[in-house]
């Protein structure tokens, strides 16, 4: 695989001990999208390199232990404060394998100060950073879309991506970006965080050619990075199996796996619209209405334990006031999601998919479903026109619910010959992401390896 490394810092050679790789995002929300890309990186990393120590660098540590067993690190200052904190609530943060920092103080208890307690909270993760660095050989931010200010403005992942990367090449740990995806970079100061982190890696791949292009001519940093389609397409083949309900079966009657996303909702959503998250919730109650008309069964999944259930009741609660007889426990499932295993299982059961998150398409392609995507964002409707599937993918803002019993009705007609296409698209997808990894195997963590001895 073509690389675009250069020799990093160097680091002190003194330490007599086994390599220690870390994998950083922004996960540990329960994020399941998120967690199949840390799943997938943690076993094709341990499967190539058994002899390598491998940690975390999430949002909430104890969320990390508990769901990949990894010691854990605190990604940003808000992870940070949990882990000082002394409540019971920050115990709990710390408990199983995360890491916790040593205690400040009161350091910004004085009035006088508090205008300054962002600035101390910043240096103190800092800090923190630096010393949990000096023994992490090979920083990997291990896929997901983290170049993006949507979530937080630039002082949330610009900033953390920043700090990590820039410390991380100042303490001589080598830093390699896996198959990241750009979502908005809107603010200038954004940009030129990002641009700095970037640029302080020794390898760098985008998931698909948008972001490269965003990086390019948004970010500006002017390189020529690989293409390398997101990491959980290279989950084990053990957790993704054989799909139970096969595309040509079920006769007319199907099972249709719903996969709604708190879009614009003043709950959760960064942009709060309530009329534009209820036009939303009446497009996919409606849709469901319809499903359940034409004799089709439903399966609600979650691809985020926190925020998907309320908009999941949302819908039901919908259909309920239209079409309350026809819900039933043998037409309407909301399986307990709490797992990538889980979430697999449940697309797996089914025999077509409806989805809004990015990965719960993904998952679903993977497992080579047919999927109707209700696209929120550019990288949704990227992932369908990279498997030539963009005819059945349509905007949330755009779409109305004549142009979706449309595309659902084509793609009803047309599933067995969609499933066989993903049969063949898949395995050149997968196949690439997992030549990465032998890339990071065989050439990055060796290098550092040959530094730090």
């Known amino acids: 695989m073509a690389s675009n490394c250069d020799d990093a810092p160097g680091r002190r050679t003194s330490r007599a001990r086994g390599i220690t790789v870390a994998l950083l995002g922004p996960f540990g929300y329960g994020n399941l999208g998120d967690a199949a890309i840390q799943d997938a990186a943690i076993a094709q990393l341990q499967s190539r390199r058994p002899d390598i120590k491998l940690v975390g660098v999430s949002l909430r540590p104890l969320d990390t232990v508990a769901r990949h067993g990894l010691e854990t690190f605190a990604y940003d200052t808000r992870a940070h404060k949990a882990l000082c904190d002394s409540s019971s609530a920050g115990k709990a943060e710390c408990a199983g394998n995360a890491r916790r920092p040593r205690s400040y103080g009161k350091l910004t208890s004085s009035p006088r100060l508090s205008r300054y307690a962002w600035f101390f909270d910043e240096l103190r993760h800092a800090v923190y950073i630096f010393s949990v660095l000096r023994d992490i050989d090979v920083l990997l931010m291990s896929g997901g879309g983290q170049l993006d200010d949507f979530w937080g403005g630039p002082a949330e992942h610009p900033l953390s991506l920043f700090k990590w990367s820039i410390l991380a090449r100042l303490q001589g740990t080598r830093v390699a970006y896996l198959s990241v995806g750009v979502g908005s970079v809107a603010r200038k100061s954004s940009r030129w965080l990002l641009r700095l982190a970037l640029s302080a890696a020794t390898y760098r791949s985008y998931r698909d050619e948008g972001s490269k292009h965003l990086v390019r001519n948004a970010i500006g940093l002017k390189s020529d990075d690989p293409v390398v389609p997101d990491l959980a397409f290279a989950l084990p083949l053990e957790t ?8 040509d079966s079920g006769g007319e009657r199907l099972t249709i796996a719903i996969g709604p996303i708190p879009y614009c909702d003043p709950r959760t959503w960064p942009e709060k619209d309530s009329a534009r998250y209820l036009k939303y919730v009446s497009l996919m109650g409606e849709t469901c209405a319809h499903l359940l008309h034409e004799g089709h069964r439903l399966k609600f999944i979650v691809g985020e334990e926190g925020h998907d259930p309320p908009v999941i009741r949302d819908v039901i609660d ?23 295993n889980d979430l697999v299982s449940a697309i797996s059961d089914s025999h077509l998919v409806i989805s809004s998150r990015f ?6 392609l993977l497992l080579e479903k047919p999927v109707l995507a209700l696209s929120y964002e550019r990288k949704v409707s990227q992932l369908m026109a990279d498997l030539h599937l963009d005819r059945f993918a349509i905007e949330i803002e755009t779409c109305d619910l004549e142009s979706v019993r449309l595309l659902m009705g084509n793609l009803i007609a047309q599933r067995t010959t969609v499933a066989t296409g993903l049969a063949a698209t898949i395995p050149p997808l997968r196949q690439s992401v997992l030549e990465q990894f032998d890339f990071v195997a065989e050439q990055l963590i060796p290098a550092a390896q040959r530094r730090a001895h």
């Open 318 to 340: 919908f259909v309920s006031r239209s079409s309350a007889a026809l819900l039933t426990e043998a037409t309407c499932q909301v399986p307990r999601i709490a797992s990538v």
């Open 359 to 364: 990965h719960g398409v993904l998952l679903s």
């Open 240 to 247: 993704v199996g054989k799909p139970r309900a096969r595309c």
